[in-house]
C-alpha cells in the first residue's frame, strides 16, 4: 500500500511550536529586522523541528524592500470617506495583505500636490506594489503608474484601455439584467441616471441599459448624468423628470444616486414603486435601508478588494496572475 505524502507545516505551526505571533515568525523567516534574538532562534529552532520549508510566494515576498503596498484612489477625500464602497474594499484588501504581511497605505491621488506625492513614493519605490482605483479618462495617475517599475493591479478598467493586470466586475451584465427586471415588471419608459462618462463603470453600466432597451425593441432614454452621490441622483432624478414626465422606471448606475432618485420621485408626489420603479447597483447598506427598500444589483464588493490584494501579492512575489471579471446578481426588493 502507497504511503500518503506528509503534510507540509505551515507557518502558524511555526508560530506556534516558537511561542511566536505568525507575524514574528514571519519576520525571522525574511531575515528582517526587529525581532528579538530569542524569538529568532526559537522561531529557527521550530523550523528545524518541524523541517518546515518556505512556500514560493514566502520566499520570493522575503526579497521585498518595504513591506507595505498602496491603495491608490483617484479622486476627492469628501467623496471618497462619505461613500461605504471604498471601505468594504479596504475591509477585503487588508484580510488578504495581513496573511502576507504587507502594510496597507492609503492614498489619495485627486490633486497635483497629491499626486507629486504619490510619484516621489513610486521613484523612490517606498511600497512593494500598488492597487489604483477611481481612474478617470486621461487621469495624470495613468501616466505615473505607466512610468514606475512597481507592480500595479486596476480596481476595474481605465476607459479606452486594458492594463496588464486587474479585477474588475461585470457592469454591463449587471445593467442590462436591472434593466430587464424593470422591463419584466412591465415598465416600458425606463430611464437611466448614468454615472460620470469619464469613468470605464459609467460608460459600462450605461452600455447595459442600452442593450437590454434596444433588444426589447424600445428607444433608450437620453440618460442624465450624475456623481455617484445621493445629491446628484436628486438632481439627476428631477431632471429625468422634467424631460420625460411619463417615465415608469429609472435604472441609476449606483445605489446613492438610487436613493437620491427615491428622494426626488417622493418630493415630485411620485409613488414607488406603483408610478416609477426603481433599481441601484452595489447593494450598499442604503439599499437596505431605504424607503421603500432598494432593488438593486449586488457586486461582490470585499471580494474586489481581497482579489486585487491577492493579485498584487502574487506579482510582487514574481508570480505572472490572470486578471479577472467578477459576476453580480439581482437583489430585488420593494422598490420595483
Known amino acids: 500500500m502507497t504511503e500518503a505524502p506528509?503534510?507540509?507545516?505551515?507557518?502558524?505551526?511555526?508560530?506556534e511550536r516558537a511561542g511566536v505571533s505568525r507575524s514574528a515568525a514571519s519576520r525571522?523567516?525574511?531575515?528582517?529586522?526587529?525581532?528579538?534574538?530569542?524569538?529568532?532562534?526559537?522561531?529557527?529552532?521550530?523550523?528545524?523541528?518541524?523541517?518546515?520549508?518556505?512556500?514560493?510566494?514566502?520566499?520570493?515576498?522575503?526579497?521585498?524592500?518595504?513591506?507595505a503596498v498602496a491603495l491608490v484612489i483617484a479622486g476627492e477625500a469628501?467623496?471618497?470617506?462619505?461613500?461605504?464602497?471604498?471601505?468594504?474594499?479596504?475591509?477585503?484588501?487588508?484580510?488578504?495583505l495581513e496573511e502576507a504581511d504587507l502594510h496597507l497605505m492609503l492614498c489619495l491621488a485627486a490633486g497635483d500636490r497629491s499626486r507629486r506625492r504619490l510619484a516621489e513614493l513610486l521613484r523612490a519605490r517606498g511600497v512593494d506594489g500598488v492597487m489604483l482605483m477611481a481612474v478617470r479618462e486621461n487621469d495624470p495617475v495613468l501616466r505615473l503608474v505607466k512610468e514606475t517599475d512597481v507592480p500595479?493591479?486596476?480596481?476595474?478598467?481605465?476607459?479606452?484601455?486594458?492594463?496588464?493586470?486587474?479585477?474588475?466586475?461585470d457592469n454591463v451584465g449587471g445593467a442590462r439584467h436591472a434593466t430587464e427586471h424593470l422591463l419584466a415588471c412591465g415598465r416600458s419608459r425606463v430611464g437611466t441616471i448614468c454615472g460620470p462618462p469619464d469613468t470605464q463603470v459609467g460608460r459600462a453600466r450605461h452600455r447595459g441599459y442600452r442593450e437590454a432597451m434596444i433588444l426589447a425593441g424600445l428607444r433608450p432614454v437620453p440618460a442624465e448624468r450624475g456623481d455617484f452621490t445621493?445629491?446628484?441622483?436628486?438632481?439627476?432624478?428631477?431632471?429625468?423628470?422634467?424631460?420625460?414626465?411619463?417615465?415608469?422606471?429609472?435604472?441609476?448606475?449606483n445605489d446613492n444616486m438610487a436613493a437620491g432618485a427615491l428622494r426626488a420621485l417622493r418630493?415630485?408626489?411620485?409613488?414607488?414603486?406603483?408610478?416609477?420603479?426603481?433599481?441601484?447597483?452595489?447593494?450598499?447598506?442604503?439599499?437596505?435601508?431605504?424607503?421603500?427598500?432598494?432593488?438593486?444589483?449586488?457586486?461582490?464588493?470585499?471580494?474586489?478588494?481581497?482579489?486585487?490584494?491577492?493579485?498584487?501579492?502574487?506579482?510582487?512575489?514574481?508570480?505572472?496572475p490572470s486578471s479577472l471579471i467578477l459576476p453580480t446578481r439581482l437583489v430585488a426588493r420593494s422598490s420595483t
Not at 285 to 313: C, F, N, Y
Open 230 to 253: 445621493e445629491p446628484g441622483g436628486v438632481a439627476a432624478m428631477a431632471a429625468l423628470l422634467q424631460r420625460q414626465p411619463a417615465l415608469d422606471a429609472v435604472f441609476a448606475a
Open 267 to 320: 418630493g415630485a408626489g411620485r409613488a414607488v414603486p406603483g408610478d416609477v420603479a426603481v433599481v441601484g447597483f452595489d447593494d450598499l447598506d442604503i439599499a437596505r435601508i431605504a424607503d421603500p427598500p432598494l432593488t438593486t444589483v449586488r457586486q461582490p464588493i470585499q471580494a474586489l478588494g481581497s482579489e486585487m490584494a491577492r493579485m498584487l501579492v502574487g506579482l510582487i512575489a514574481g508570480e505572472e
Open 28 to 67: 525571522v523567516l525574511n531575515n528582517a529586522p526587529h525581532v528579538s534574538p530569542e524569538k529568532r532562534r526559537a522561531v529557527q529552532r521550530a523550523i528545524r523541528e518541524l523541517d518546515y520549508v518556505p512556500h514560493t510566494t514566502a520566499r520570493a515576498l522575503a526579497t521585498r524592500q518595504r513591506g
Open 152 to 169: 500595479v493591479v486596476f480596481g476595474g478598467r481605465p476607459p479606452g484601455s486594458e492594463p496588464p493586470w486587474y479585477v474588475d466586475v
Open 78 to 96: 469628501p467623496s471618497i470617506f462619505a461613500d461605504p464602497f471604498f471601505a468594504r474594499v479596504i475591509v477585503g484588501a487588508s484580510a488578504v
Open 6 to 15: 506528509r503534510r507540509q507545516p505551515t507557518l502558524d505551526e511555526v508560530a
